[in-house]
């Protein structure tokens, strides 16, 4: 999953991109409201952190203009803190609404809800046969037993999985599975594939060559 985060706060962006990193996410950021909203109208990001008072264009703006194009679900992370502000947020567009300081634990669990919720899911496990993805503990297990894999490798199977039935084309999955500063390879994508056929059975991912990617 690839989240990006506008705010302008340096010491804070820093560590909020490297929490998130080591969470599993791919992340982008953003130091002012002009690049951020450049970048999210530029990407399909599964969910933006979104700082309220920005320099070159504020936060409020920038939902208010994403909105006209864009369905990115947004948590906003800021330290106004009235009912008001509140309210303002959630009418302008916002899906969930942060007030700093703030505990990060609590901030990961709106984030997957986030993601989860725009995926027309509801639970945290998704259930595949005997395959159970809790993707609240990022957790992968085959009639109990847990599958030990690696954090791209899980991204890439909770993505698919919350697009289960559908075809997920090559460049969809590089756009959410990599962030910017990623250098790619061609073929990482079927190494990856092939990884989790070696870990979780042949035909779990089933390839529609020319087009990409899909879980049955």
Known sequence: ???????????????LAKALRE??????????????????QSWDYDAL??????PRLDGWSVLQRLRQTKKTPVLMLTARDTARDRVRGLDTGADDYMVKPFDLNELF??????IRRAAGQTRNTLDIGD????????????????????????????????????????????????????NTLSNLLD?????????LGAGFITTHRGHGYSIE
Do not use: P
């Open 1 to 15: 999953m690839r989240i990006l985060i506008i705010e302008d706060e340096a010491d804070l962006l820093a560590s």
């Open 23 to 40: 969470e599993g996410y791919a992340v982008d950021t953003a130091a002012d409201g002009e690049e951020g909203l450049y970048k999210a």
């Open 49 to 54: 952190v979104l700082d309220v008072m920005l």
């Open 109 to 114: 669990a709106r984030l997957r809800a986030l």
């Open 131 to 182: 395959l159970v993805i809790n993707t609240a503990a990022r957790r992968v297990t085959c009639a109990g037993q847990v599958i030990a894999l690696t954090a791209r490798e899980y991204a890439l199977v909770e993505f698919l999985a919350l697009h289960r039935g559908e075809v997920v084309t090559r460049t969809t999955l590089y756009e959410h599975l990599f962030d910017e500063d990623d």
């Open 191 to 199: 190494v990856h594939v092939s990884n989790l056929r070696k870990k």
